[in-house]
């Protein structure tokens, strides 16, 4: 523990001892604040107006990391949201659509969150330049979907990228490609913090530069950066002359996250008159998504609670499926002229995410995070919509690669949906074992992805390799243990099986 944090600890735990704890407090902020100067000094003068915004955001939230003390919800105060909060999409949709829909869609900016990388998936680059389908990108699917809105309506829906300095350079080398399309693409970029030394709470950070030894002395500090970061680079201005007045956010991963009419038809012309600020899409838990944040009543707003912020005794309670039955997809329809008023009042509220993490050369650090789903509390009006499941199909690993890849789902003009040939609407659930994890091994795994319309339950772990037109079907769990290696066979129809120990069929 770090000398500042024993001091500011022994001085919470000693009655009226607050004004040496504030001392100590104002001692580490100065302490920062020099260090930031001389991060600053460094910047080339094209990049110092941007390099001063980015720090001085940092400084404000470090002085909010210093203020905050304890969990940052109290969980006696957390109550379920009042039933007319959240909204089923099915009373959504019986509202129908407009003759005037074009009008409609001229009104919204499709934002994708694209600052990932694809290193969880062993992939170099922005996640979103991976192949999802017959070839193409998360990028080339979204393109595609909005050229769709934009042909068939007639309409000028722009698409909006938030990239990171990950991502940045590359993703913009690859928009020429779609300079033909019938689609305008913006990019912005997300803020650049300096991660901070976990023990003295100093910026590892010596210069601006992140390349060589600075590398990991910077981070993109989570989405909710996109309130600060959208508003500083002048597109808000641009779309709210341009009439643009919502804009749909969501996860560049979520190949569920498509345009939906009915939501944007409910938030233009409101059942009540009362204009919605923020529409958070929700959808019901199930066993796997016991992590994710659900939306609560808290003092009277609608507020987003995460795992992180749970106290550790009520963690449990949290994970229930029966008592928070929804979970938060992160597609989020959100006002422009709100976004205006509440940053331009300094008033976007987002509880501080502390991720821990390790340098490769072993340096313990800390990098402030937020969520972009925590500021719904400082939204009027805001509403939670249940959603399909159907919303929700994120690809996190190439055990969800291989569903999206599968013949459970059908692609037209970018969309992926189920396809009418699976007799149930439910996923199936799949889990590939560390030999599939990077993208190149499990492509090389499979000769051709298999037929999976009748699978309920797929667990592959070990050295196993599929021929081409294998068929899955019910609950399959193949295990090669180490040392064997299973192939699995060309055309073999694998029907509530179980293979392990060794299996290779060789030509003769």
């Given at each position: 523990?770090?000398?500042?944090?024993?001091?500011?600890?022994?001085?919470?735990?000693?009655?009226?001892?607050?004004?040496?704890?504030?001392?100590?407090?104002?001692?580490?902020?100065?302490?920062?604040?020099?260090?930031?100067?001389?991060?600053?000094?460094?910047?080339?003068?094209?990049?110092?107006?941007?390099?001063?915004?980015d720090l001085d955001g940092f400084r404000k939230l470090f002085h909010r990391f210093l203020q905050e003390k304890g969990p940052s919800v109290d969980w006696g105060k957390i109550q379920r949201p009042p039933?007319?909060?959240?909204?089923?999409?099915?009373?959504?949709?019986?509202?129908?659509?407009?003759?005037?829909?074009?009008?409609?869609?001229?009104?919204?900016?499709?934002?994708?969150?694209?600052?990932?990388?694809?290193?969880?998936?062993?992939?170099?680059?922005?996640?979103s330049l991976i192949g999802v389908r017959n070839e193409n990108t998360f990028l080339d699917l979204t393109v595609q979907q909005i050229e769709h809105l934009n042909k068939t309506y007639n309409t000028d829906v722009p698409l909006v990228l938030m990239n990171s300095f990950n991502t940045d350079e590359d993703t913009k080398k690859i928009l020429q490609k779609y300079s033909h399309c019938r689609v305008k693409i913006y990019t912005f970029n997300q803020s650049r913090y300096p991660r901070i030394n976990k023990e003295s709470l100093l910026p590892v950070a010596k210069d601006v530069s992140y390349s060589g030894e600075n590398t990991e002395a910077w981070y993109p500090p989570g989405h909710g950066d996109i309130y600060a970061s959208f508003y500083n680079s002048g597109l808000l201005d641009i779309f709210i002359g341009e009439g643009k007045e919502y804009i749909f956010v969501s996860n560049i991963d979520n190949l569920g996250?498509?345009?939906?009419?009915?939501?944007?038809?409910?938030?233009?012309?409101?059942?009540n008159g009362k204009p919605c600020e923020f529409v958070m899409e929700v959808t019901n838990k199930t066993r796997a998504d016991v992590k994710g944040g659900t939306l609560t009543q808290y003092e009277g707003k609608l507020r987003l609670v995460e795992i992180a912020q749970v106290p550790?005794?009520?963690?449990?309670?949290?994970?229930?499926?029966?008592?928070?039955?929804?979970?938060?997809?992160?597609?989020?329809?959100?006002?422009?002229?709100?976004?205006?008023?509440?940053?331009?009042?300094n008033a976007i509220d987002m509880e501080i995410i502390v991720n821990p993490k390790t340098l490769d050369g072993g340096l313990n650090v800390i990098q402030l995070e937020t969520a972009v789903g925590a500021a719904i509390k400082s939204f009027e009006n805001s509403l939670g919509i249940n959603v399909p499941r159907?919303?929700?199909?994120?690809?996190?690993?190439?055990?969800?690669?291989?569903?999206?890849?599968?013949?459970?789902?059908?692609?037209?003009?970018?969309?992926?949906?189920?396809?009418e040939k699976r007799e149930f609407p439910t996923v199936p659930l799949v889990k590939l074992g560390s030999s599939f994890t990077k993208v190149q091994d499990y492509l090389r795994r499979f000769e051709s992805i298999p037929d999976m319309l009748e699978l309920d339950h797929l667990t592959v772990s070990g050295d196993v390799t599929f021929g081409k037109n294998v068929s899955l079907k019910g609950?399959?769990?193949?295990?090669?243990?180490h040392g064997d290696r299973i192939d699995i066979p060309p055309g073999a129809v694998l029907e509530n099986k179980i293979v392990s120990g060794n299996l290779r069929i060789l030509d003769h």
């Open positions: 523990m770090s000398r500042y944090v024993q001091d500011l600890s022994k001085a919470m735990s000693q009655d009226g001892a607050s004004q040496f704890q504030e001392v100590i407090r104002q001692e580490l902020e100065l302490s920062v604040k020099k260090e930031l100067e001389k991060i600053l000094v460094t910047a080339p003068s094209h990049e110092f107006e941007h390099t001063k915004k039933e007319d909060s959240i909204q089923p999409y099915d009373k959504i949709k019986a509202r129908g659509l407009p003759d005037n829909i074009s009008s409609v869609l001229n009104k919204l900016v499709v934002v994708k969150l694209n600052g990932g990388l694809g290193t969880s998936m062993g992939c170099k680059g922005p996640k996250a498509t345009v939906d009419l009915y939501i944007l038809n409910h938030l233009m012309n409101p059942p550790k005794a009520h963690v449990d309670e949290f994970k229930s499926v029966s008592k928070f039955k929804i979970f938060n997809t992160n597609n989020l329809w959100i006002s422009l002229a709100a976004v205006k008023r509440l940053q331009e009042k159907s919303r929700f199909l994120p690809v996190k690993t190439t055990s969800d690669l291989l569903l999206v890849m599968s013949n459970l789902y059908s692609l037209n003009a970018g969309s992926l949906t189920m396809s609950t399959v769990i193949i295990i090669a243990n």
